[in-house]
Nanobody, 128 residues
Framework: QVQLVESGGGSVQAGGSLRLSCAAS????????IGWFRQAPGKEREGVAA????????RYVDSVKGRFTISQDGAKSTVYLQMNSLKPEDTAMYYC?????????????????????WGQGTQVTVSS
């Protein structure tokens, strides 16, 4: 059974940093893609960053480029989202999601409907 467990959320002031973790289990980690999505109250869930571990490429939404970095540790089957220079508009519930090749094409990495497995989410709150 595939499981994704997020951690690392919290409350910070604008300009601060957080690192989110997504621990994956129950499937072949090396052939998957994992994406970070976020959903603020009253808004659609949007893709923020994603990584295709099998192909070693990443993708970011424009609003976080230069501030967020996605990385992975194969030994721990864990994907991280380092978030720097946080802004109040980054406030949201953050979810990690996973799928497996061949559903990991670059063009679909930030597409919500492309992902089959989802974690429960971790809250990020940025105050001004």
């Amino acid at each position: 059974q595939v499981q994704l467990v997020e951690s690392g959320g919290g409350s910070v002031q604008a300009g601060g940093s957080l690192r989110l973790s997504c621990a994956a289990s129950g499937y072949t980690y090396s052939s998957n893609c994992i994406g970070w999505f976020r959903q603020a109250p009253g808004k659609e869930r949007e893709g923020v960053a994603a990584i295709y571990i099998g192909g070693a490429f990443t993708r970011y939404v424009d609003s976080v480029k230069g501030r967020f970095t996605i990385s992975q540790d194969g030994a721990k089957s864990t994907v991280y989202l380092q978030m720097n220079s946080l802004k109040p508009e980054d406030t949201a519930m953050y979810y990690c999601a996973a799928n497996q090749a061949p559903a990991c094409a670059y063009s679909f990495l930030l597409t919500r409907g492309n992902y089959k497995y989802w974690g429960q989410g971790t809250q990020v709150t940025v105050s001004s």
